[in-house]
């Protein structure tokens, strides 16, 4: 079956446009999330979204950061007004349940953003 | 704020020696989970462990949760090429599925 996708692949853009990072989850799973990666580094999370409850939106880093998930099912993450320090791979995951951190989260390649 | 120190960041190690990885919080969790991250792609999940005192064994790999569920250990014994990667530790919190991550500990193993 498929699994988590994401797109693009990478992108490259300028200082101060807006991004746009989809991804699709795994049919089914009603949880889905959002990480940060710098190089080599671990996982900074960004936002999760359960079911129809309100996006856990805690690891925004600033209000230039934004998500939505329609239908329950694909999910943007948008970038306004991009920085050189928003350079980073952006990871989305879906879970079959969000109630708990003890379910698996399959994760999608990334998307590599670079911002020039 | 929960926090996951990994230790240690970067292991350069040679075909067959054994090695133990760690990640330590002062915070206790509910779950602690093991990834393993290639270049290229995202991580994949190893192991789950939810019990104080929990002990997971797959095939070389053994994964300890500690007793008051604060660190846990990742031990591989006789270490192949094919270990090579990024292993993360992630605690699991009590905000739903919120996984805290660990900053990774960059695995070589030689020939």
């Known amino acids: 079956g498929a699994g988590v996708s994401q797109s693009p692949s990478n992108k490259v853009t300028e200082k101060g446009k807006d991004v746009e990072l989809r991804c699709d989850p795994i049919?089914?799973?009603?949880?889905l999330y959002w990480y940060r990666q710098s190089l080599g580094q671990g996982l900074e999370f960004l936002i999760y979204?359960?079911?129809?409850?309100?996006?856990?939106k805690s690891g925004l880093p600033s209000d230039r950061f934004s998500a939505e998930r329609t239908g329950g099912s694909v999910s943007t993450l948008t970038i306004q007004r991009t920085q050189q320090e928003d350079s980073a791979v952006y990871l989305c995951?879906?879970?079959?349940?969000?109630?708990?951190?003890?379910?698996?989260?399959?994760f999608g390649p990334g998307t590599r953003l670079t911002v020039t | 704020t929960q926090l996951l120190e990994q230790s240690p960041q970067f292991l350069s190690i040679q075909e067959g020696e054994n090695l133990t990885v760690y990640c330590n919080s002062s915070?206790?969790?509910?779950?602690l989970q093991w990834y393993r991250q290639e270049p290229g792609e995202g991580p994949v999940l190893l192991v789950t462990?939810?019990?104080?005192?929990e002990v997971k064994k797959l095939k070389r790999l053994t994964f300890q949760f500690g007793d008051a569920r604060k660190d846990s250990s990742l031990h591989i014994t006789a270490a192949q090429p094919g270990d090579t990667g990024l292993y993360l530790c992630?605690?699991?919190?009590?905000?739903?599925?919120?996984?805290?991550f660990g900053q990774g500990t960059e695995l070589s193993v030689k020939p």
């Open positions: 915070s206790v969790f509910s779950s």
């Open positions: 992630a605690g699991g919190t009590n905000q739903g599925g919120k996984l805290i």
């Open positions: 995951a879906s879970s079959l349940d969000g109630t708990s951190g003890s379910y698996e989260q399959y």
């Open positions: 979204f359960q079911g129809n409850s309100a996006p856990d």
């Open positions: 462990v939810v019990t104080g005192g």
């Open positions: 049919s089914g799973h009603t949880a």
